[in-house]
């Protein structure tokens, strides 16, 4: 009945659907790697936040190429670590980072270097704050930066790619936190990554609003898993069905008809 199977036609139907089917569950595996990856940056994330603070130091190597340049970026597992560090800013290279969104507004980051004791800078983020009147990009008015010795508490954020660096109104502005790049405008060298600010001493202007640090939805990945999964049954169970159809087909054609009585059947009429 299923003979018809191993012609070439069907072979190659069955090769096809077995092509793609593979091709399917790759998809899936793919997206479930990807699952458990952005599952691990959350986990990561939220243990950061728990944490108790450790030296900058220690998770954030010192710079050794003298002014100018960036320390090593830190492992992945250092990321999102909560750290703390004591030092000065450094007002005079305050950064402004344009074009950045919290709360649906648009506005600017502002980040400031902290110069340690040991004369290397680490980068804060010390918050967002919105523009001037006059659109998205019109420079803010940044609160006053604390004098003194400040001591800092926040997540270590890898440092972002791409973005030029320039000046506008004597402030280095740049759309990416790109610490390689800003580390060759400044007068020394600078840790790897950039702190986003949890907690400071002295207390913080309230007018700088906290950038969150967002959570990756690694659960859309694996929505896609389980249909990149479904669909690979499905080219498999299609294939099935088409096989018994066709099965079904030729079983209708190859069946004898009911026996015909000729006894009963009237005699021809003689042609006139």
Do not use: C
């Amino acid at each position: 009945m299923y003979r018809f199977l191993l012609t070439p036609r069907w072979l190659g139907y069955l090769a096809l659907a077995l092509v793609a089917a593979a091709v399917m569950v790759l998809l899936g595996n793919w997206q479930l790697d990807r699952y458990r990856a952005r599952t691990a940056v959350n986990e990561q994330i939220d243990a950061g936040a728990r944490m108790t603070p450790v030296p900058v130091a220690d998770a954030l190597a010192a710079p050794t190429g003298g002014r100018g340049t960036a320390g090593p970026a830190p492992a992945e597992s250092v990321n999102w670590t909560k750290v703390t560090a004591t030092g000065r800013y450094d007002t005079d290279n305050l950064v402004l980072v344009r074009g950045r969104t919290v709360d649906n507004s648009v506005g600017f980051e502002v980040l400031t270097p902290l110069v340690l004791a040991d004369g290397s800078a680490v980068l804060v983020d010390r918050g967002w704050i919105p523009p001037a009147p006059g659109g998205a990009i019109a420079q803010p008015t940044v609160p006053d930066t604390p004098g003194g010795e400040v001591t800092v508490v926040g997540r270590v954020h890898p440092s972002e790619r791409g973005g030029a660096v320039d000046r506008r109104d004597g402030r280095l502005e740049t759309r990416r936190i790109d610490v390689s790049r800003l580390a060759r405008e400044l007068p020394y060298g600078v840790r790897g990554a950039y702190v986003l600010l949890d907690e400071q001493t002295p207390a913080a202007d309230p007018t700088f609003k906290a950038v969150p640090i967002g959570h990756t939805n690694n659960w859309q990945n694996f929505g896609y898993v389980i249909q990149w999964w479904i669909f690979a049954g499905m080219t498999l169970i299609g294939y099935g069905w088409a096989a018994r159809r066709e099965a079904r087909g030729r079983a209708g054609l190859d069946q004898p008809g009911p026996p015909v009585d000729r006894a009963a059947e009237p005699a021809p009429h003689a042609p006139a």
